[in-house]
């Protein structure tokens, strides 16, 4: 029998992706080999020229894109020690198990321009309550204007507000687990301690490799919270790549060199992602399949 | 002199005009123009509402509200009930004003029939924007908008975009301190200098820094020396060419103030620039903590809400401090940009060792017709209606609608004396301070408007934010900008920037 013709059901499916996601894909290349900005319109030809200014002549990209590796490695790891924790911890029979599900979801469940502005104004060195607070034991730390500082507010915003993603993915993983491990551990003599090392974290492992890989991904697309609390500054010490391409594409209206960073930007990150899954892959399951 | 007699004429028709006018019909139905009731003229309520717009649309891209994007869907909602017109509002937060104009624009569409953003979008908007019709350009209620302004909405002659708004930087002071007797004399034993209004910005800074850190108002909170737009986005350059305009705006080097107009060599690493960068380095010591993170809106709530002795940019600081309401409301003062007790000349290659003062008539909201509609007397239509008198004397006296005077018969004392409750010696202050920089000043420094103008802008704000954040030195900062710029410039073409730059240089050398 043949059945060449499952390939048309196939059709609806294969045009609907090529529209979303390879179409795009593809004019960003044709968008990248091109001059258009604000006094030269349309899609001409440059060649690479984009790419030769990029890799000869822009290290602000570059520094943008180790700040980015900087935020996104930092934020992750915090938010998995914190969501992992927080999901042990209302994973067993607790006292409000039901309420403090909820609550710890509430930041992610805020959006992100809103609550920024309102950790921008909680942070706010003059006016805003947490120097008011400081100032008792003299103390005005500038949150938002000190370089190295500002890196820290940056984190603690991004860290508040998606340890909560991280918590969700991990807390059901740790309700799909299986119960027998853990019965034979009891058997076996294991403390909580050892029940933790030796079942749920190996068990967690794939969970957690997905749980890291997807933040990573986010993390490293973070705009809103840099755009609202310190866009990108002070001077450059918080730009990160989607900022800076951001400010290149439409303030500046580059759109043939910010297309040209964008693509550079996906070929960095898949190259990255690839050899941060390997490394997860080591260290969470010890073996690289 | 023919000049100040037709402004002073103007002034008082309008004035007599609203006197004359206030409490009537027109009022009635739109309690907006209270104040005033209607005033005479070309686009007034009484002219709109004989035109018919029925079944016709308008579609308008605005700035988010309150700033501007209130008066427009106010005068649209107005506009409306006066014509039949249907007039759609669309607001857009300021960073995207240009960019969601100009992808259509690139792209030959005509989405909007008027777009609001910047005056100095005016260079890569221009090709596909309409020209102001003669008949609007003539008519008396344009005639009463200040040279400044037809110059500031106009590109080599041609007007293109119609004046709605009126900005310039100035500085603003707390007159409570400044003037007060008992401040004076402590202020004079411990420096051994007199307490004035600053006239150069090492003064400005001396005195800064003095009233910086203590609670020389008493009450009960600490005060700062300064509030300013230092913030990494598409403000801060101004407050940077503000600072700069008194040490590189030399009268006697014609010719070019951003650049050299016959090497189109960059001037923003020249010891002027530097000179004015290092002082707003320094700056850094005597704004609230958290200063060098301050936006526009930053610096209205600190130096309107009593926070700083000094603050200068655009009028909303002023105008937020004294809106009914405000605490400090009549304590505070306008007065010209400071100066410099000497300005770089780039012939010499030397400091002219002489006092300078340069005004900045900076960019501000525009609005303007685009090329493609197919509704330009209805749009024009529109455009002047929401400048009428009449709307426009309601407009100036609200603060967050972000309408500024622009009209020679904005600046008279008593229309803020009596409509808005200020003190004889401020309004008269405020109105010649900036009368004085539009219309008599001829030393003035207009917006850069060149093709790519967000490119050069953006790397000021990029290189100045550096040295604030204390990454490089105010002269690594400006050598870095200059070689972006040389950059860009490679990239526009040098003729294309050149082309562009003599049509500002001309209204900077007086020569239009």
Not at chain 1, 35 to 57: A, C, E, H, M
Not at chain 1, 85 to 114: C, E, N, Q, S, Y
Not at chain 1, 160 to 179: D, N, R, V, Y
Not at chain 1, 202 to 226: F, H, N, Q, V, Y
Request: aromatic fraction near 14%; charge should be negative; charged fraction near 20%.
């Amino acid at each position: 029998m043949r059945y060449g013709h499952k390939y048309v059901f196939l059709l609806p499916g294969l045009l609907v992706l090529i529209a979303i996601l390879i179409f795009p894909v593809i004019f960003t290349v044709r968008l990248s080999l091109s001059g258009w900005n604000s006094y030269n319109p349309g899609l001409d030809f440059v060649g690479i020229k984009n790419y030769v200014r990029l890799f000869t002549s822009d290290p602000r990209f570059w520094e943008a894109f180790s700040r980015l590796a900087f935020f996104s490695l930092t934020t992750v790891f915090l938010q998995y020690i914190l969501g992992f924790g927080l999901a042990l911890l209302v994973w067993r029979d607790v006292l409000f198990k039901r309420f403090f599900r909820v609550l710890f979801l509430i930041p992610m469940m805020t959006t992100p321009v809103i609550m920024t502005v309102i950790w921008k104004t909680v942070f706010h060195e003059s006016l805003g309550p947490v120097n008011d607070f400081l100032s008792m034991f003299g103390l005005t730390p500038l949150w938002l204007s000190d370089p190295m500082l500002s890196k820290v507010t940056v984190i603690i915003v991004e860290v508040w507000q998606w340890t909560p993603f991280m918590f969700l993915l991990l807390l059901a993983g740790l309700l799909s687990l299986p119960k027998e491990a853990f019965l034979a551990a009891s058997i076996d003599g294991a403390g909580p301690l050892r029940k933790f090392i030796y079942v749920t974290f190996p068990l967690m492992a794939p969970i957690s490799i997905g749980a890291i890989i997807i933040r990573l991904i986010e993390a490293s697309k973070i705009m809103d919270t840099i755009y609202v609390l310190t866009s990108g500054g002070p001077g450059t010490s918080t730009e990160t790549t989607s900022f800076y391409i951001f400010i290149k594409g439409l303030r500046e209206f580059q759109m043939g060199y910010s297309a040209a960073m964008s693509f550079t930007y996906l070929i960095v990150m898949i190259l990255s992602l690839t050899v941060i899954v390997n490394i997860l892959i080591r260290v969470f399951i010890g073996r690289n399949d | 002199m023919k000049r100040i007699t037709v402004a002073v004429t103007s002034m008082l028709v309008g004035v007599t005009a609203a006197g004359i006018a206030a409490g009537d019909k027109w009022s009635d139905q739109f309690p907006h123009i209270k104040n005033t009731g209607d005033i005479a003229g070309e686009c007034s309520y009484e002219s709109m509402s004989q035109k018919d717009y029925s079944g016709q649309t308008l579609t308008i891209n605005t700035h988010a509200v309150p700033v501007m994007g209130e008066p427009t869907a106010l005068h649209a909602e107005q506009f409306s009930a006066l014509t039949g017109a249907e007039v759609n509002v669309i607001h857009t937060p300021a960073g995207d004003l240009y960019s969601k104009a100009m992808i259509p624009f690139q792209a030959g569409q005509a989405p909007y029939d008027i777009v609001f953003g910047f005056s100095n979008f005016i260079r890569d908007w221009m090709a596909y924007l309409e020209p102001v019709p003669e008949y609007y350009v003539n008519m008396r209620q344009m005639q009463d908008v200040t040279k400044s302004h037809i110059d500031v909405a106009s590109w080599d002659g041609t007007m293109m975009q119609f004046p709605i708004d009126g900005d310039r930087h100035y500085l603003k002071y707390r007159k409570d301190v400044i003037d007060n007797p008992e401040l004076q004399a402590k202020y004079l034993a411990e420096t051994g200098n007199e307490l004035r209004v600053p006239q150069t910005w090492k003064e400005y800074a001396e005195i800064a820094a003095y009233f910086n850190g203590w609670d020389w108002d008493g009450d009960g909170e600490l005060e700062y020396g300064s509030a300013e737009v230092m913030k990494k986005d598409d403000l801060m350059y101004a407050a940077f060419f503000s600072r700069s305009v008194a040490y590189a705006k030399n009268p006697a080097t014609p010719g070019g103030f951003f650049f050299d107009l016959d090497t189109m060599t960059p001037l923003i690493n020249s010891p002027g620039f530097v000179e004015a960068l290092t002082d707003w380095v320094e700056a850094v010591n005597y704004v609230p903590p958290g200063g060098i993170n301050f936006s526009l809106g930053d610096e209205i709530n600190s130096f309107g809400g009593g926070q700083a002795l000094f603050s200068f940019s655009w009028d909303d600081a002023f105008v937020a401090a004294m809106e009914d309401g405000s605490a400090i409301k009549n304590k505070v003062g306008v007065a010209p940009l400071p100066g410099a007790d000497r300005v770089w000349n780039r012939e010499t290659g030397a400091w002219d060792e002489t006092y300078n003062q340069a005004p900045y008539i900076v960019w501000g909201w525009a609005a303007a017709v685009a090329k493609k509609s197919k509704n330009h007397e209805l749009a024009f239509d529109y455009l002047c209606f929401f400048s009428n008198d009449a709307n426009h004397q309601a407009d100036i006296a609200i603060g967050r609608f972000g309408v500024n005077p622009f009209k020679k018969s904005d600046f008279v004392p008593d229309i803020y004396i009596e409509r808005q409750g200020w003190d004889q010696q401020i309004a008269e202050e405020y109105t010649e301070t900036l009368m004085d920089m539009e219309e008599k000043s001829t030393n003035r420094v207009f917006p850069l408007r060149v093709p790519g103008v967000f490119e050069f802008t953006s790397a000021v704000a990029t290189g100045t934010s550096k040295a604030l954040a204390g990454q490089l030195s105010p002269q690594e900062a400006l050598d870095e900008v200059a070689a972006e710029w040389e950059a860009i410039i490679e990239r526009v073409g040098v003729d294309n920037v050149r082309e562009a730059y003599a049509v500002g240089v001309a209204l900077e050398d007086n020569l239009r």
